[in-house]
Structures are given as C-alpha cells and as structure tokens.
C-alpha cells in the first residue's frame, strides 16, 4: 500500500513538472514570436505568419526573415547555452555562484578574440578562426579554476574570488589591446565587450546550434554522474564515477560552447548564473539540464526583446540589460549564501 503510495505521488510530481518544462517552452515560442513581431515599427501576427510561412514578398518578410528571426533565434541560443553551461559548472565545482562570467570564462573568451582582431590577417577576419582563438583563451581561465579546485583549502568564496581575479586580469589586457589598437580595430573590440545578439547571421546561428546539441548531448548522457556528484566526491567515486575525468572534460566543453557564443554575440553577463538558480526553484533537479536551458534561452531573448523596445528609437546592447537585471539577483545570491 505504502509503495502505491509512493509511486502515485512521484507520478503525480512528475507530471506536474512535465507540465511547468511545457510551460516554459510555451513561453519560449511566444516571446520569440513576439521579438519577431515587435521592434522600430510592429508587424501584425497576420503578417508575421504570413511572412514565416507563406513567405510573401513583402517589407515584412525582409524585416522578419534578415533582422528580426535571425537576432531571435541567437538571443534564444545563446541564452541557452550560456544557461547550460552555467548549469554544469555549478555542479561539477559545487559552487552555486559559477558561471562562464563569474568564473572569468567570458572575460578570457573576449580577450582571445580580441587578440585575433588585434593580430588579424585576411584569414583572422573569418568568425570561426576568432571563435577558435576564443576557445583557446578560456582554456587559460577554465585550468587555473580546475587548478584553484583541486587545493585542499579552496572554498567556494575562493572559486569566486579567483574569478573575479582572472576576470580583472583579462580586462586589463583587454584594455591594452585597446590602447595600442586602430579605431579599426577597437569598433570590433568594442564587441565583445557590449553583447548583442543582432550580428550573428544563419550561417553563425547553425555554427551555435550544432556545438549547442553536441555539448548538451554530452552533458545530458552524464546527467546522471552529476546528480550523484551533489552528494560528494566519495559518493560519486564509490559508485564508479571517475570524478576529476568528468569534472575537467565537462568544464572544457562548457568553456568551448560558452567561447563561442562570446565569439559571436560578444559577453553577456549573468545569465549562467540567474537561469539555473530559476530552473532549480521551478523543477528541482528533473530536468535540471534542458530546465536551466530552456529558462536561460526565456530570460536573453526577453531581455533582447527589451534592450530594443525600452528607449524609442535606441536599441541597446542586450549585455547593458542583462546586467541591469542579474547584478541585484547576484547580490540575493550572495546575502542568501550567507544566511
């Protein structure tokens, strides 16, 4: 009777749960149609639906289908992503503040791209070869963490400081290259320092899109070694998890989904950190993975959506909004650490 009981009441959760995952992905497809719908002037859901399916030649179809979907489906991958990655680095360190921006990941990204910018030849100009360089520079960052992680002493204010650390140092090579930099040169930089999901064209969403399904399959294939590492090392090694192998191999992938889309979108503060604190309050930890990233996917293009309808006539960086949104909820984070 009891295991009746139990097994109704996990149906019953389970569910419910599948219905708050629908919800969210309801929510998803109405703010993308809505970014597509509402911008400098709007287009009625007539002509929206008349554009994307029928393709009618028309103004409408040109706004929609070379600015608006476009910026949409970017905003809605790279939210994604970043959330995803988010999501792993905060099990893996065991540390509820990691994030590719608190942990300096973005920061480091931003530099070796713009090191290649700086550097740049005809075959630097390509996006994949900035991208690549990007990758190559948050490795730096990702092994000093796994380096900080490994000390006996290391806490989790010491992950974040070094973040912090690695993210200052970054800045301020940052701001040499811009020193020493054409006016040229420093536009491109500028960048990456302002995120903006507007530039990315098909060919760059699909580039997202294919290391986003990758990286996801790999990290939804050890959802469950990622579970157990929440209850501690040990645990996880005492059921055949090889611990530092899945630790280091999922900070790698992250860094190199999180340096791509810094490479394509610039840096966009906060949202691998804010999503999966959302997803957890809203799922638990069903779901956690495709939860976080759906949340995370909701919470860029909502900001995009925002950045271009907030001021008349300005579109501001998605990044500026970002911030303005997750800089309060990193100091609730904080303070209910604390607590």
Known sequence: MIAKMIAKTYLKQKRIKLFYLLALVIILFVLIFASVMIGSYNISVYECLKALVFKANSNSELVIWQMRLPQALTASLAGGGLALCGAVLQVVLKNPLASPFTLGISSSSAFGAALAIFFGSAFLKNPYAVSFSAFLSSLIATFIIVFISKLKNASNETLILSGV?????????????????????????????????????????????????????????????????????????????????????????????????????????FVGLIAPHVAKRIMGLDYFLISSSITGSIFLVGADLLAKNVLQNVVLPVGIVTSFIGAPAFFYLIIRGKK
């Open 165 to 269: 650390a690695i993210g200052s140092l970054f800045s301020a090579l940052l701001a040499i290259l811009q020193y020493f930099s054409s006016d040229t040169q420093i536009s491109a930089i500028i960048f990456w320092m302002f995120g903006d999901c507007s530039r990315a064209s098909y060919h760059e969403i699909f580039v997202i899109f294919v290391l986003y399904i990758l990286s996801f399959l790999f990290f939804l294939k050890n959802s469950i070694d990622y579970k157990l590492l929440l209850f501690g090392d040990d645990q996880a090694k005492s059921l055949g998890v090889n611990v530092e192998n899945l630790r280091l191999t999922s900070m790698v992938i992250a860094s190199l989904l999180s340096a791509s889309i810094v490479a394509f979108v610039g840096i966009i503060g």
